[in-house]
């Protein structure tokens, strides 16, 4: 057995995700970032242009993750440019803001971006952000529900045996409610997806 299967088998090797967080413009998809960083909360929208590149360390079930957070531009004007950092993706993270439902209505065009320029179906984590205005949310479980069979249909005829399933969790950036909870999901749908297509990511970090 080779020494990286030997660590991998003992819990402690250290695998590389290059994870594409997308989403429309305006729904906080760089302040979860933030967040996850340990880095303030602000008010001000700060509008990314083209991609950001963070790198976040999860440790899920004794093993240890390194993600590689590549923030891309919701706005349209970016749509050529996005198309560019998809490669090498193994997950993506899809949020939509809780206060506007046409957000939630943009998942499927994300979820179609990012499964086109991947050569496998690769996991989805879902988030509704901004659940701490709760007074103005939208009713979005049914169309969420009905969202994530349609994806995990997909996952059934890509991969024979498929055990993918797509979490939901709402967050709130403001107050990092459920944050770390919803990405520690995400370390374990990568975790199922790596052994699935039983490979071992090695992406190339900057």
Not at 110 to 130: A, D, M, T, Y
Not at 136 to 164: A, C, R
Request: charged letters at 20%.
């Amino acid at each position: 057995m080779s020494r990286a299967k030997m660590d991998f088998a003992e819990g402690i090797f250290r695998s590389n995700f290059k994870v594409c967080v997308l989403g429309d413009g305006g729904v906080g998809k760089t302040a979860i970032i933030q967040h996850l960083l340990g880095r303030a909360f602000t008010t001000n929208y700060l509008l990314t242009i083209g991609t950001d590149i963070s790198t976040f360390q999860l440790h899920h079930n004794g093993k240890n993750l390194r993600l590689q957070l590549w923030d891309l531009a919701g706005q349209t004007r970016f749509d050529v440019v996005r198309n560019l950092y998809f490669s090498g993706a193994r997950a993506g993270v899809l949020v939509f803001d809780l206060t506007r439902e046409t957000s939630l209505h943009s998942l499927a065009k994300w979820k179609k971006e990012i499964f086109s320029h991947s050569q496998r179906k690769v996991p989805l984590l879902i988030l509704g952000n901004k659940s701490d205005l709760d007074g103005s949310h939208f009713s979005y479980l049914d169309p969420v529900d009905n969202f994530i069979q349609e994806i995990e249909k997909e996952y059934n005829n890509e991969y024979e045996n498929n055990e993918l399933q797509v979490p939901f969790h709402t967050t709130s950036a403001k107050t990092g409610n459920n944050i770390l909870k919803a990405f520690d999901s995400l370390g374990q749908i990568l975790l199922t997806y790596q052994k699935q297509t039983s490979a071992i990511p090695k992406i190339p970090l900057e």
